[in-house]
C-alpha cells in the first residue's frame, strides 16, 4: 500500500515533571537555614569581599571558603526589570520587578524580586528590605520578596558561626515544563494508521528496508523514507526474554514473555508481549498475529496464529 | 599571553541551515535536520562514509525527552559505524570539538550540525533549567528577564538608551531581508515592553531550526571549496554563573576568547555575533573591540532568527558562507551560551586572496 496523502500532524500534551532532590554543602546548608531563621548569612573571600549569595569556592580563585558573615536584610538594589506579565512558578502572582540587590554588609548582588506598585516606582540604588515568606523551610523562597523600605529592627552585620538548630542539609526543588508534542510526519502516519489497527512502516528508497515504527529517515543510509507500506498483521518472533518480575502498576501475571516480532514484510522486528500460550513454549520462529482490546490504541498482545513455524532463513537477518 | 597558531590548518568548507519558522508540527527533529544535512554534504560532494568525524549539539529539555539527540543520528546514516559525538549545547561547542579532533590529526573533515525545535514548549522556561538550582532556578527568572536586567545595567551605565536599542533591532531584521532562511525580515514595530527595559523587538523570535558545517583540513578544505574559510584560532571562556558577582555591561569571557582566537592581531570585516537580545550587541561590540567600520551581522543575527542550540553555529557557518562568496577576508564569529553572555565562543576565520 502505498499512500500520499499526508495525515493531519498530532498534537498532544507532554508534561515534564521531577522533583530534583539536592543536597547541600556546608556554606549552602548555612545560608538557607540561616533564610528559615530570618538570618543573612554571606561568605568571605581570601580578599576580603562577602558574596551574597555565598558559595563555596572564590569565584575568582577558586579556593575554598568557609568564613561565615551575616549582613543585612536591607540593601541597595543594583539593577531591576519590570515584569509585567508573571510567569507560573515566579514569587508574585501579580507584576513586580526582577532585582539584584546587594544587602548592606555585601559585595556582589542576590537575585529576587521587588513588590512594588508600578515601574516608576523603582530605580537603580534604591533601598529595599526583605519580606519573608509566612513559612519558611530552608530554600531561597524563604526570602517571599523584596519591598521598599528600610529594616524594622536594628541588624549588625558580623561574624557568624553558620550553627543552626536542626540544619537544612538538602533542598526538593520541583520542575514542571510543558509540552505540546508533534510527532513528525512520519510517525503521525504509525499512529493515525494504528487507530485503524493497520501496521504502516516507511520503506527506505536506497536499501529498500521497510521501517517500523517509521521515524522519517533510514538510519542506514541516511535518506528521509517517503513510501508508506502496510505491514502484517502477522508476524515472527525472531527473539524473546521470559519476564520474572511484576512491573508495578502492570497488571499482567508473571512470568510472561517479550518478543521481538518481524511483522511480514517489515524490515526489522517490533516489541511485544506474547500471550494466548504458555510461556515456556514460546519459540523463535513461532508465528504470530496481533491482539487488540477494546478502544486500545496499539495491539494488547500477541498470540500464535497457528502457522506452521517459520524457517530460520526467513527471519534471520532481522534477528 | 600570545595565542598559540593551530597546529593544522583547518576550515569551515560548507554551510547549510533551514529556513527558520514558528512551528514545525509537521516535523520530528530528524526530519527537519536532515535536508540540511543533505544539502552540506551535497555542497561538497561528500557522502556520510567519507566523514572522518561526526559532531552535534542539541538539547534534550527544548526536546522534552532524554537522549533526543540518538533519533536525529538516524539523518546521519550511522552504518557501516560512525566516529560521533554529541554537545548538551548550541553546535558552536560542537564545532569546536570537531576543529580539535581535527587538530589531533584524528580526522581530517567533520561533519557538525545543531537543530532545536523550540515550539513545542516554552522556551523562556525551558532555559530557566540551566540556571543554579539552589538559589536562582527555583524563582525561575525567564531568559528574557534576566537578560532585561543586563538591559538596565547598560542604561544605568550610560552605555546605551531604549532609542539605540531599537536601532540595533531596526539593523537587524533590515539585514535579514536579504537573509532567504531568516524568520523576521524587514521592519516591525518594537512592541510593547516584555520585560522593561526590553520590548518585544529587543528579543529574538521563538524558532524551530536546523544548520550544518563541514570542516577540513589543508588541501582537503582546497579540494572541497574554492575560497575555504580558515579557522585562524578559536576559544572559548565561561563566566561565573552567578549574576550578582558579574559585572553584567561587560564580557570579559568574550574578550579573553577573542583574544586567544588572535582576533584583536588584525582588523575584522565582518563580525557575526550571537547576541539573542539587543542589548548585548552593545555589551559585545565593546568587549569585541568592533568599530563602525566593521559589519555586524549582515545576516540579520539572532534578532531575526533564533532556533536554539543552532543559532551559534550559525553565526560560525553565516561568517565562513561570506568568506566563501569572496565578501569578506576576515570575519569574527562568536557563538554565547547561558544567562547573559555567560559563556562566550569566539572564531576567527579568513579567506585566502
Redesign the interface.
Known amino acids: 500500500m502505498t499512500s500520499s496523502a ?1 495525515p493531519e ?1 498530532l ?1 498532544a500534551p ?1 508534561v ?1 515533571e521531577f522533583p ?1 532532590t ?1 543536597s ?1 554543602g556546608p556554606v ?1 546548608s548555612a545560608f ?1 537555614t540561616g533564610l528559615r531563621e530570618r538570618t543573612v548569612l554571606g561568605v568571605r573571600t581570601g580578599d576580603g569581599r562577602v ?3 555565598p ?1 563555596e569556592y572564590d ?1 575568582v580563585t577558586a579556593e575554598e571558603i568557609r568564613e561565615l558573615v551575616e549582613v543585612a536584610p536591607t540593601g541597595t538594589v ?7 506579565t508573571p ?5 508574585l502572582g501579580r507584576p513586580f520587578a ?1 532585582v ?1 540587590v ?1 544587602l548592606d554588609g555585601a559585595d ?6 521587588l513588590d512594588a506598585p508600578g ?1 516608576e516606582a523603582v530605580r ?1 540604588g534604591m533601598r529595599v528590605r526583605i519580606r519573608w515568606a509566612g513559612e519558611r523551610t530552608g ?3 524563604d526570602i517571599a520578596c523584596f519591598e521598599p523600605g528600610e529594616a524594622e529592627e536594628d541588624h549588625q552585620p558580623g561574624p557568624h558561626s553558620g550553627r543552626f538548630e536542626d540544619l537544612v542539609t538538602g ?1 526538593v ?1 520541583p ?1 514542571r ?12 502516519a504509525y499512529i493515525s494508521g494504528l487507530s485503524a489497527r493497520k501496521t504502516v512502516g516507511e520503506r527506505c528508497p536506497s536499501c529498500q528496508k521497510v521501517y517500523v515504527p517509521p ?10 523514507t517517503q513510501e508508506r507500506v502496510e505491514v502484517g498483521p502477522a508476524g515472527t518472533v525472531t527473539t524473546y526474554c521470559i519476564v520474572n518480575i511484576k512491573a508495578k502498576n502492570l497488571d499482567i501475571e508473571v512470568p510472561y514473555v517479550y518478543a521481538h516480532i518481524a511483522l511480514d514484510g517489515a524490515g526489522l522486528a517490533l516489541h511485544g508481549r506474547i500471550g494466548g500460550i504458555p510461556y515456556d513454549q514460546v519459540r523463535m520462529g513461532l508465528r504470530v498475529e496481533p491482539v487488540w482490546s477494546e478502544g486500545g490504541r496499539y495491539p494488547d498482545h500477541y498470540r500464535p496464529t497457528g502457522e506452521p513455524d517459520a524457517d530460520y532463513d526467513t527471519y534471520k537477518e532481522l534477528i | 599571553m600570545a595565542p598559540t597558531p593551530p597546529a593544522r590548518d583547518v576550515a569551515i568548507v560548507a554551510f547549510a541551515q533551514s529556513d527558520h519558522r514558528r512551528r514545525t ?7 527537519l535536520l ?2 540540511v ?1 543533505h544539502q552540506v554534504l551535497d555542497a561538497t560532494g561528500l557522502k ?1 562514509s567519507d566523514i572522518g568525524f561526526t559532531c552535534s549539539g542539541s538539547s534534550d ?1 527544548l526536546a ?1 525527552r532524554a537522549f533526543s539527540f540518538t ?1 536525529a ?7 557501516p559505524p560512525i566516529s560521533e559525538s554529541h554537545v548538551e549545547m548550541d553546535g558552536a561547542w560542537a564545532l569546536y570539538e570537531a576543529w580539535v579532533k581535527i587538530l589531533t590529526g584524528e580526522a581530517d573533515t567533520a561533519l557538525v550540525y545543531g537543530y532545536g525545535k523550540s515550539s ?3 522556551v ?3 532555559l530557566t ?1 540551566q540556571l543554579d ?10 531568559s528574557v ?2 537578560a ?6 547598560l542604561i ?1 551605565a550610560g552605555d546605551t538608551d531604549e532609542a539605540a536599542l531599537a536601532a540595533v533591532a531596526a539593523r537587524s531584521r533590515d539585514s535579514a531581508t536579504a537573509n532567504p532562511h531568516a524568520q523576521v525580515r524587514g521592519s516591525r514595530p518594537q512592541g510593547d ?1 516584555l ?4 520590548r518585544t523587538g529587543d528579543c529574538p523570535p521563538v524558532g524551530d531550526g536546523a544548520a550544518a558545517v563541514i570542516l577540513a583540513a589543508g588541501d582537503r578544505a582546497r579540494d572541497l571549496c574554492a575560497r575555504p574559510a580558515w579557522i585562524r584560532g578559536m576559544d572559548h571562556r565561561i563566566e ?1 554563573h ?4 558579574r559585572d ?1 555591561t561587560d564580557s570579559p569571557s568574550a574578550r579573553m576568547a577573542a583574544e586567544r582566537a588572535g582576533a584583536f592581531e588584525r582588523p575584522v570585516d565582518t563580525a557575526e555575533l550571537h547576541a539573542p537580545f539587543s542589548a548585548q550587541e552593545v555589551v559585545l561590540r565593546k568587549a569585541l573591540r568592533l568599530g563602525d567600520d566593521v559589519t555586524v551581522n549582515p545576516s540579520g543575527g539572532v534578532l531575526a532568527a533564533n532556533p536554539v542550540m543552532a543559532a551559534g553555529l550559525i553565526r560560525l557557518g553565516e561568517a565562513a558562507a561570506r568568506i566563501h562568496r569572496g565578501e569578506s577576508d576576515r570575519a569574527l564569529a562568536h557563538a554565547t551560551s547561558g544567562p547573559c553572555l555567560q559563556q562566550n565562543l569566539v572564531a576567527v576565520l579568513e579567506g585566502e586572496s
Not at chain 1, 108 to 113: D, E, K, N, P, R
Not at chain 1, 215 to 224: D, E, I, N, S
Not at chain 2, 25 to 31: A, M, Q
Open positions: 499526508a500532524v498534537r507532554l515534564v530534583f539536592r547541600l549552602q538557607l558574596l551574597v549569595p558559595v569565584p543594583t539593577t531591576w526589570a519590570w515584569n509585567p510567569r507560573r512558578d515566579q514569587p526582577w539584584l546587594r556582589t548582588a542576590l537575585l529576587h524580586v515601574p537603580t530554600a531561597i523562597t533542598i526543588a520542575a515544563l510543558d509540552y505540546t508534542y508533534s510527532p513528525g510526519r512520519a510517525q503521525s521515524r522519517g529517515a533510514c538510519p542506514t543510509c541516511g535518506l528521509a | 508540527d509537521e516535523l520530528s527533529e530528524v526530519e536532515m535536508p544535512l556520510t529539555y522534552g533519533m543520528l538516524d539523518g546521519v546514516g550511522a552504518w513545542p514548549g516554552e523562556r522556561d525551558v533549567r538550582p539552589y538559589y536562582v532556578a527555583p524563582l525561575w527568572p525567564d528577564a534576566l532585561a536586567l543586563q538591559a538596565q545595567s544605568d515592553y520585560v522593561r527595559p526590553l561565573a552567578s549574576l550578582g558577582v553584567l
